[in-house]
């Protein structure tokens, strides 16, 4: 979700967090004991734009950002978990 994290005088937020969450299991393929099982989240930060067309894009980008950020996490989690 979105959170507005800075506004402007107007009470507009101007600047938002987005996060992405997933639950994650990693089990053994050889006998399907789980290893790993827990929710994480990746996050990332956008700034309004313009207009509404420029606020989708950031939002859109900010969201792809927070994507890569929770698949980092979940790969540095595999491997130090393991």
């Given at each position: 979700g979105n959170e507005g994290v800075a506004w402007?005088?107007?009470?507009?937020?101007r600047r938002f967090r987005v996060?992405?969450?997933a639950g994650i299991t990693l089990r053994d393929?050889?006998?399907?004991?789980?290893?790993?099982?827990?929710?994480?989240a990746g996050e990332a930060y956008y700034?309004?734009?313009?207009?509404?067309?420029?606020?989708l894009?950031?939002?859109e980008d900010g969201t792809r950002r927070a994507l890569r950020?929770?698949?980092?996490?979940?790969?540095?989690?595999?491997?130090?978990?393991l």
């Open positions: 402007d005088r107007d009470g507009t937020a996060q992405v969450s393929r050889r006998n399907l004991r789980v290893l790993i099982t827990e929710g994480m700034t309004a734009g313009a207009g509404v067309g420029t606020t894009a950031a939002e950020d929770l698949a980092e996490r979940v790969a540095t989690r595999i491997i130090e978990g």
